[in-house]
Each structure stands twice: as structure tokens, then as C-alpha cells.
């Protein structure tokens, strides 16, 4: 001990190390905790090919990825995005999944599925935490959710007219991915005689990989959060919790399809996000545009 009762070692470089370290820590989980509640609200502006002239500027919301029934910032963000939506008022709206982490989220998510049902035709499908098929030890199994006027597709497909022409649009139930009994999404297609325009709501965006050329004109994922945990360098970022994805966030543009893929606007196993904000994004679908590139 210092004659004036201090340990010796307080202001030794270890120490003020540990302390450095300790400030930083704290710094970043407060950014993490912000910015999981900072939702990236974007419109982008989507070529696809064959795209019939009365749907060109056809504007899609897509959202994902809400994991509501935990505490996080989930609910803001998710709040904002539904708003955004109200505020934008596109033609439809697609939900790709992953709606509850835990069942006590589900009045808030009936709320929020209103609120879209009110501004235009909505369409959802299911991801792997609403059947609690998840190492998160958070995730419970999802009850029976009635999202009327909204449109649940499990493994099945409709149809509407819109400006006069016929689009499809189909979800995948996400236990397709392990059960060869259940119908894959590549069944789920129409032949294009029967559509002028069809669409895939698909949780999983590696399952792409499987669905034939030409079988949908456009495919909408969630699931990968942008990464959620990303360590950015110059020129890309490192995805910690998936290191070797193929599609994390963004447009791709592949030989069977075209698909856009939600960062969604919850998060799992813990309530942060690092350099993969949440989002809610407006597709305009085109027959002359650029879009932007995937990150």
C-alpha cells in the first residue's frame, strides 16, 4: 500500500489496460444495443427481366426477421419499419419469417400485421424460430397464429390481379429444408402460362440454389440478419456468425432468379447488432433501373 492508502498498482499500465479495455467493452455494447434500434428504411429500384409493362414501378415492402417476445430493440425497429410502410404505401407487402422468438410476442405481431393489412395486400411466411428450430435457447415453439386479411403461405402459392395482370406469389414452409416429405420450393412454381409475374417468399436464402431457371421472376429471403455481428475492414465485412455465407444481405443477381435478401429487424441470442443495421426495404420493380449491388 501507497502511504495514502492506494494499491500500489492502480495507475500501473496494466491497469490502465484493463481499464481502457473495460471502457471500450462497455462502448461497444451500447453501440450494439443502438444499433439494433436504428433501422435502415430504403427504397431500391429492381430490373427484372420480362417484367410486363403495366407492373413496371410495381413497389414490394419486404420486412423479416422481427424475432418479437424477447427483450431487445426488435420492437422499435420493427415499429418504425411498419410505419415507414404506412407512410410509403406500396402495392404489396412480403414478411419473410422468424415473426416470434417467444410466444408472448404475438399480440404486439398481430398489431403490427394489422397495421400492413391496412395499407396494402400482405403475405407471410413462417422462419425456424416460430417452430423453435434454433440453437436459440430463447426460441419457443410459435401457437397457431390467424393473421387475417394477411395471407400466411405455408408451402403453397396464390394468386391476384394486379394493373390488369396476374402475379403469383408463393411461400415456402421453412421445414422443407429437412424434409424431403414436405414439398421443396422448387414445386412450389407455377408454369409461366399461368402467371405474368411470380414471386417466392423463402426464409432460407441458400435454398435458392435448388429452384430451376426461370422458376420465379424474383425470390425474398430473411434469416442471415446481415450477419448481425460483422467485423467491417476495408472493402466488405467479416459475418462472425456466418463466415461462409454466400448471401447475407442485398440484390443478387443469379442464373435461375433474381432475390433480395433482408437484413429483418431482430436479432438472436443476444440483443446487438454490429455493422448490419436492421431494415425495411421498398422493391420497385422496373424494367429500366439500377440496383443497388449486395454488401
Known amino acids: 500500500m501507497s502511504s495514502g492508502g492506494v494499491p500500489s498498482g492502480a495507475g500501473s499500465p496494466r491497469a490502465r489496460a484493463g481499464v481502457l479495455l473495460g471502457g471500450l ?5 451500447a453501440w450494439g444495443w443502438f444499433e439494433a434500434g436504428w433501422p435502415r428504411l430504403e427504397r431500391i ?4 427481366a420480362e417484367l410486363p409493362t403495366e407492373l413496371d414501378g410495381l413497389r414490394i415492402a419486404h ?3 422481427f424475432h418479437l417476445g424477447v427483450p431487445s430493440r426488435a420492437r422499435r425497429a420493427s415499429e418504425l419499419a411498419v410505419a415507414w410502410v404506412e407512410e410509403t404505401r406500396p402495392d404489396l407487402v412480403a414478411v419473410t419469417g422468424d415473426l416470434l422468438t417467444r410466444s408472448r410476442g404475438a399480440p404486439l405481431l398481430h398489431r403490427l400485421i394489422d397495421r400492413l393489412s391496412a395499407v396494402a395486400p400482405t403475405f407471410l411466411i413462417l422462419g425456424n424460430h416460430d417452430f423453435a428450430i434454433s440453437r436459440d435457447p430463447f426460441a419457443d415453439r410459435s ?6 386479411p394477411a395471407r400466411l403461405l405455408s408451402d403453397e402459392g ?3 390481379e394486379v394493373r390488369g395482370r396476374t402475379l403469383y406469389i408463393a411461400g415456402a414452409d421453412p421445414r422443407s429444408r429437412w424434409s424431403r416429405w414436405r414439398p421443396q420450393p422448387e414445386q412450389l412454381a407455377v408454369p409461366r402460362a399461368e402467371s405474368d409475374l411470380s414471386i417466392l417468399l423463402l426464409h432460407y436464402p441458400r435454398l435458392v440454389d435448388h429452384i430451376p431457371r426461370g422458376a420465379f421472376d424474383l425470390v425474398l429471403a430473411g434469416h442471415m440478419h446481415g450477419g448481425q455481428i460483422n467485423l ?3 472493402g466488405g465485412k467479416l459475418h462472425l456468425a456466418h463466415l461462409g ?5 442485398g440484390v443478387y443477381r443469379l442464373p435461375a432468379t433474381t432475390m433480395h435478401v433482408s437484413a429483418g429487424l431482430g436479432t438472436t441470442f443476444v440483443p446487438f447488432r454490429f455493422a448490419a443495421r436492421p431494415e425495411a426495404t421498398e422493391l420497385v420493380l422496373t424494367r429500366f433501373a439500377i440496383s443497388r449491388t449486395a454488401d
Open 25 to 29: 467493452a462497455a462502448a461497444g455494447l
Open 45 to 48: 429500384e429492381l430490373e427484372l
Open 63 to 65: 420486412l423479416s426477421d
Open 143 to 148: 401457437p397457431p397464429l390467424d393473421f387475417s
Open 158 to 160: 396464390t394468386t391476384l
Open 232 to 234: 467491417p475492414y476495408p
Open 245 to 249: 455465407a454466400r448471401f447475407t444481405r
